[in-house]
């Protein structure tokens, strides 16, 4: 096994594979350097001695200069380097070929999925109960605990009972120091449903901020209304609010004028008395379940899936394993006919270049540009920039510079032609790889993911996190073997083996896609979804990195 190595011919930066010594003699790419300090796993060191203002490289592409003089065999750090990007020319494109993978071992595979009137497929089937305005979250809550009690969806909770028999015990005058947290099990009690599930999402938008956040959330509802892991919905507004249900419906009618799905609306401040507002909701709501959970699973082809591609608590390896086995999975799907959507702009910034040139459309390449060069200037009006993007846990385990993280995060989206950029809410229209701009924080990004279309979420992570989605099933990948273990209960493949030297990226890729057949055919229930995870946070379109 490497002890390290560089990702491109071209590169002056060599990544750790395991942590070295001072004084080690490391060999990269037939060079023999000597270690000038120690190097932990992840973490970068120069092959060559660079002078202030010296330019490093990664993937091929500019990641940073110098700041001060760094001899060969010297690890790059916060203090020896600035950020810097390879620059792009919107006039320009670079020549671009894709040599699709060979996908005859999927071509006639199928997942069960949910089928639509529109023509998509579902990987689940839910039914929505959420606010237009974070006034009626206390109402939604209300809802939920009514229903998940009865319905048979409710999970006994284990710190709830820890705590139980340690407040039992003190009052006995018994002592709890040797309790422990029992395992959390299923109450024994019969689902009513077996073929529909209900979810309940809250926020905190719809008044009070601008009015551009509360159109954007509108809009962003409208997307999760069509996704097709949405059977109906349940919508409950206060009235008064800056998200007013005429503009969610306007939001719909643009998005779909034809949708053929349940949406259940309430408005309290019409009804008048909240008792008969949620008995109301109550009723229309159960209803809607009976006739949703009369939808089964039916085969679909691969090409009905659509593909969020995502990531967070990023490290130094996500770029060299968990990341481009994400592109594998892209290049497959859009290889089948599917779908992936890359998104998080601010982790797209030095790789415009290629970008531009792999959408092979002039009109998308400047969509693009402009979505960009808004957003930096937003940034950096907001007194930020994309350079302030990685976060203390990023830095710590290896990625130093913003372009650094870009560069690695970039190979989410494979190798193969770019159909259409969208801006945040567009909803999907192309197969193939489509950009789609949302922050970089993990949660907003994801939750715009399944606003757009995504029926499944690919995950990757060094550090770990716990992110799911009400709607969608969110798969972690660890980029390292040992992260996989550490926190096994959150992550669902370990891209770990391409560092340990067991698995290929291209052998990693199509084992992910095996899985996610299996996901999306209701075979294996991610881990988000066992832990319950279900983030969802819109994006307010001031500055978010």
Known sequence: ??????????????????????????????????????IKAKHKFSINDLAVGDEMFMYGLVVGTASKAINSGEAITVNNTE???????????????????????????????????????????????????????????????????VLGKKKTNPYENLVQDMAAGYQSGVSFEGLSLAKAEDLDQKQVFDQINIKFI??????????????????????????????????????????????????????DPNLDKPVLIFDQQ?????????????????????????????????SKLTIGLECGGSDGFSGISANPALGRVADLITALGGKA????????CGVEQEL?????????????????????????????????????????????TDAMKSAGASKKGGSSPINDVLDYTEYVKHDGLSLLCTPGNDVESTTGLVGSGANVVLFTTGLGTPTGNPVAPVLKVSSNTELSKKMSDIIDINAGVVIDGTQTL????????????????GEIECKADQLNQEDFIPWKRGVSL
Not at 209 to 238: F, H, I, M, Q, W
Not at 341 to 348: D, V
Not at 368 to 395: H, L, T
């Open 270 to 302: 019409t009804i008048g008395n909240e008792t008969v507002m949620l008995e109301k909701a109550i009723k229309e709501t159960f209803k809607g379940l009976v006739e949703a959970n009369k939808i089964e699973r039916k085969p679909a082809p691969l």
């Open 506 to 521: 291209d052998e990693l890729g199509e084992s992910m896609l095996e899985h996610i057949i299996k996901v999306a055919s």
């Open 356 to 400: 531009m040139s792999r959408t092979g459309n002039p009109e998308h390449a400047d969509k693009f540009i402009k979505i960009m060069r808004a957003y930096a200037q937003a940034a950096i009006d907001a007194g930020s920039g994309f350079d302030m993007n990685p976060s203390p846990g990023n830095i710590k385990d290896g990625l130093i």
């Open 202 to 255: 809250t926020h905190e938008g719809g008044c009070g901020g601008t009015r551009e956040d509360s159109d954007s959330l509108c809009r962003l509802l409208a997307g999760y209304l069509k996704n097709p892991n949405v059977a109906g919905a349940t919508v409950l507004s206060l009235g008064c609010q800056n998200a007013q249900v005429s503009i969610l419906q306007e939001a719909i009618k643009n998005l």
């Open 83 to 149: 950020h810097k990007a390879t620059e792009y020319d919107p006039n320009k494109t670079n020549e671009f070929h894709w040599t699709a993978p060979n996908v005859e071992r999927f071509k006639d595979k199928t997942f069960m999925g949910y089928h639509r009137a529109d023509g998509q497929v579902g990987t689940a089937n839910n039914w929505l109960v959420l606010p237009l305005v974070f006034c009626e979250n206390r109402n939604v809550l209300t809802l939920k605990k009514a229903f998940e009690k």
């Open 341 to 348: 959507i890359l998104s998080e702009f601010p982790e797209l």
């Open 1 to 38: 096994m490497n002890k390290a190595i560089t990702i491109n011919s071209s590169d002056n930066l060599a990544v750790a594979l395991t942590n070295l010594a001072k004084g080690e003699i490391i060999c990269v790419n037939d060079i023999n350097i000597t270690l000038q300090e120690d």
